[in-house]
């Protein structure tokens, strides 16, 4: 299980010329990390086109959030290349890369009680002067990234008071006053209940479909069958493999990946469902 991923992987970046193609969003390209001599990712190769939603499916300690860490610029240590519209993320200072690319934790607690304006307000801080309060611009984009995810009223309210799914929806809210076209969510739905796992992921599928380009990792294969558009598999520190759900996510992968055995059903409109062969 040791394929390089099916599709768009590597190239040469932006090519310039009439009738070029546009760099993807984000480029991988050989990326190997280690902590010490543990090997983390080894020969890392994927692209992200713009508007996609890529899903990345994983067991725990597999690396998923240090290639998150790697891809975001807080963790230099890795050797190949990261680049974002074609551009190395070594080149671009901090304030470049908050207007690129924006993150979404799996769970937040802030220090002090801040209310969900200014949680939001928190995203636009790449877009003002430092250290001089939130202008008007930077006030609108949080009250139009409040209103994309329809939680408007949840302005004035406190952060730490709001439901777990409640505060996803405003860390997401958060990401888009950032202004960046691409979002990396790190186990979005991770704590939630079912019903807030389902209206997370509608909300952030729907971002997909307004043009963000996502890379989202979840250890729910439903989660990638249902929403995302390609999934990226990591097994023992490399990608497994890749491609849309329905044509790489096989029982046997997800035994691989898992150790669960598990059945695979598709109904009548082709949706794909993940049931566990119980004991």
Same mark, same amino acid.
């Given at each position: ?6 599709? &768009? ?9 009439? $009738? ?52 975001? %610029? ?11 519209? %074609?551009?190395?993320?070594?080149? &671009? ?82 990401? #888009? ?24 992921? #509608? ?5 997909? $479909? ?30 497994? @493999? @890749? ?5 790489? #996510? ?5 035994? @691989? ?12 409109? $082709? ?9």
């Amino acid at each position: 299980m040791n394929g390089r991923p099916a599709g &768009k992987a590597g190239g040469s970046g932006a090519v310039s010329g009439i $009738g070029a193609s546009p760099a993807p969003i984000l480029e991988v390209r050989g990326l190997d990390f280690s902590y010490g001599e543990r090997a983390v990712l080894r020969d890392i190769n994927f692209s992200l086109e713009r508007g996609e939603l890529l899903g990345m499916l994983g067991p725990n300690g597999v690396g998923k959030s240090t290639l998150f860490r790697c891809i975001l %610029g807080l963790e230099k240590r890795h050797s190949g290349t990261v680049l974002l519209g %074609g551009e190395n993320i070594k080149d &671009k200072p901090p304030r470049l890369m908050a207007q690129a690319v924006a993150y979404v934790p799996q769970t937040h607690y802030p220090s002090f009680n801040y209310s969900v304006m200014d949680m939001v307000l928190m995203g636009t801080a790449a877009q003002g002067k430092e250290w001089a309060s939130p202008d008007a611009r930077q006030r609108r984009n949080a009250r139009d990234a409040l209103e994309r995810l329809g939680i408007a009223e949840f302005g004035g309210r406190d952060f730490v008071k709001l439901s777990g799914g409640e505060q996803q929806l405003v860390l997401i809210a958060r990401a #888009l006053a950032q202004q960046a076209r691409l979002l990396v969510m790190d186990e979005p739905t991770a704590n939630l209940d079912y019903g807030n796992q389902i209206r997370v992921l #509608l909300q952030v599928k729907a971002l997909s $479909g307004q043009g963000y380009s996502i890379i989202m990792s979840t250890h729910n294969p439903e989660h990638a069958f249902l929403f995302a558009g390609r999934v990226l598999a990591l097994h023992d520190s490399r990608i497994a @493999a @890749a491609g849309p759900p329905a044509d790489i #996510l096989t029982p046997e992968l997800i035994r @691989a990946l898992y150790g669960v055995e598990v059945r695979l059903h598709r109904d009548g409109a $082709g949706r794909t469902s993940c049931m566990p062969l119980l004991l």
